[in-house]
């Protein structure tokens, strides 16, 4: 069965620095999304990307992230410079187009980020 | 802005006792789209079922079952019979497009089932 993957699974980091988490969402899917989730609270939506753009982002998604598929297959969120409030689950997903779409969100397992 | 209100926090069951999680929901388009993720101790999320606002009909799968009630905004979540691998996090979730790329979760309900 098709799956998103996503690396790395735990990335440790210094604050100020830049991370770049991965995604390979499953083949013919369009959009592509990156949610967050801080230790022990509610899944957040950060940003949706189709058609090589964003479509929407959250107040979260401030200038300190961006978002790129460099190529056909990787989707990434980079954080340009991290602080301590950035430390999270991020989960990659994606999703097919109407009529393949069954309205599921495929997500990835996570990449944890904690920044020290 | 659509909003997901899940007011149970945490529940703790023992095995086979049935259990339902709440979840509440706000929205002002009369075109939207529910959903349920579980989330395991492992941490990824589980697609449960997605449910669009013109169907009504309750959905049965198994041990789960959903109850959507506009007139109430709520779409529940029952397990029957619930067993230890059932214990997880259950996030309720929200959409107002087709593409579902707007997709808002609620806080999540802990559910502990004890042997």
């Known amino acids: 069965e098709p799956e998103v993957t996503q690396t790395p699974s735990h990335q440790v980091t210094q604050m100020g620095q830049e991370v770049i988490l991965r995604c390979v969402p499953i083949s013919n899917h369009l959009y592509f999304y990156w949610y967050r989730q801080i230790l022990g609270q509610k899944v957040e939506f950060l940003v949706s990307f189709y058609n090589n753009e964003i479509s929407e982002k959250s107040e979260i998604f401030d200038d300190q992230f961006s978002v790129e598929r460099p190529d056909g297959s990787n989707f990434t969120l980079k954080i340009r410079s991290t602080k301590l409030e950035d430390s999270a689950m991020y989960f990659c997903a994606s999703s097919g187009t109407p009529p393949l779409n069954t309205g599921e969100l495929f997500f990835g397992e996570g990449s944890r980020l904690t920044v020290l | 802005a659509q909003k997901v209100t899940q007011a149970q926090t945490e529940i703790s069951v023992v095995e086979k006792e049935d259990v339902t999680l709440d979840c509440v929901y706000e929205?002002?388009?009369?075109?939207?789209?529910l959903f349920w993720y579980k989330q395991p101790p492992s941490g990824e999320l589980v697609f449960l079922i997605r449910?669009?606002?013109?169907?009504?009909q309750n959905e049965i799968s198994g041990r789960y079952s959903w109850n959507f009630q506009k007139s109430t905004s709520s779409f529940n979540f029952t397990i029957t019979a619930s067993q230890v691998v059932d214990s997880a996090v259950y996030f309720c979730a929200l959409s107002e497009r087709v593409n579902n790329n707007d997709m808002r979760f609620g806080a999540g309900t802990r559910l502990t089932v004890k042997p």
């Open positions: 449910r669009n606002s013109f169907d009504e």
């Open positions: 929205t002002r388009d009369t075109t939207y789209y």
